[in-house]
């Protein structure tokens, strides 16, 4: 059965947020983010953007799974990602990383959105693996908001 036929509708197009352990190899990470797209019955193509925190801007892992899934990756200062209002902020990654939350944050200002203007945008929070190696990887989705819907004035 084909998910293409019926409607025309587009399937909404995602924002991930991505954070991990340093030295966390792309297999565990991909593993991660295969896990949280497949919760809410999705896949890597309908990913739009992926984003984490600067200080992971040189992480292999990370930036191989971007390569093989074709997104460009972007990344936000620990600033940024701070006075981002997310469920779950931790005390323990502020201390480490200058921020409360890095995948919740980071997936929501790569959709372009808000939880106080788009309640339900977070659709996968804080979906954590240990994965085999040891490392951790941590990945959130947003739900980018739809566009070119004209609305009535």
Sequence with gaps: MSAAGGTGTAPPKLALGLGCDRGT?????AQAVDAALASIGAGRAAVAAAASITLKADEAGLLEVAA??????????????????????????????GTPSVSEAAALLAAGTDLATDPGA???????LRGADGRNATVSIARMPAVGIARAA
Excluded: D
């Design 25 to 29: 190899p792309a297999a565990t990470i």
């Design 68 to 97: 093989a899934s074709g997104w460009t990756l972007r990344f936000f200062p620990p600033g940024a990602l701070a006075v981002v209002t997310v469920p779950n902020p931790s005390e323990t990654v502020r201390r480490h990383v």
């Design 122 to 128: 977070l659709l996968v929070e804080k979906h954590r």
